[in-house]
T-cell receptor, first 112, second 111 residues
């Protein structure tokens, strides 16, 4: 099993729909992140969490919300999806001791 | 504000060639730098992490260097192979909680 698992891998949804992207990890890391990747823009941080009770906004949090259900689970929700939220979404965890990042395989989201 | 730039954006080389990918950053007060590999439609895999106290890190045919004073890092790939074809991204920390990523260099190694 992968260290960081994202579901679904691909999703097409309609404008205005609420959608949830899920992430689970077996690394035992407290720190988890959600990034989105757009061509030519690199990866941008949406939300991050340092533990179950600590949730923080990243640089592009508008239109998104998150839930840290457990140390191992961190979900990203799009409250009302819009076409410019079409992107590749990545969940990641990090080890504060080594700063190493582990990424999931990504969720390709298309909003039509 | 930290900015990370990677040049070139794309590179195509024949198999067997040695090559260098470049990464530059504007704020030299970093405590590490990471290089990642991304295969099409897939996640990022960490290749090398260089701490600020180090000048180089090596893993197999990969060698990454870090020069904080000049705001530069290079990733050297020796004897390139078609399997090295991927996008390579560098990332530097911003504060204590996140990394700033470059937009990557898309490498194609021709057989």
């Amino acid at each position: 099993d992968a260290d960081v698992t994202q579901t679904p891998r691909n999703r097409i949804t309609k404008t205005g729909k609420r959608i949830m992207l899920e992430c689970s990890q077996t690394k035992g890391h407290d720190r988890m992140y959600w990034y989105r990747q757009d061509p030519g823009l690199g990866l941008r941080l949406i939300y991050y969490s340092f533990d179950v009770k600590d949730i923080n906004k990243g640089e592009i949090s508008d239109g998104y919300s998150v839930s840290r259900q457990a140390q191992a689970k961190f979900s990203l929700s799009l409250e009302s999806a819009i076409p410019n939220q079409t992107a590749l979404y990545f969940c990641a965890t990090s080890d504060p001791g080594s700063y190493g990042y582990t990424f999931g395989s990504g969720t390709r989201l298309t909003v039509v | 504000k930290q900015e990370v730039t990677q040049i070139p954006a794309a590179l195509s080389v024949p198999e067997g060639e040695n090559l260098v990918l470049n990464c530059s950053f504007t704020d030299s007060a970093i405590y590490n730098l990471q290089w990642f590999r991304q295969d099409p439609g897939k996640g990022l895999t960490s290749l090398l992490l260089i701490q600020s106290s180090q000048r180089e890190q090596t893993s197999g045919r990969l060698n990454a260097s870090l020069d904080k004073s000049s705001g530069r890092s290079t990733l050297y790939i020796a004897a390139s192979q078609p399997g090295d074809s991927a996008t390579y991204l560098c990332a530097v920390p911003s504060g204590t909680y996140k990394y700033i990523f470059g937009t990557g260099t898309r490498l194609k190694v021709l057989a």
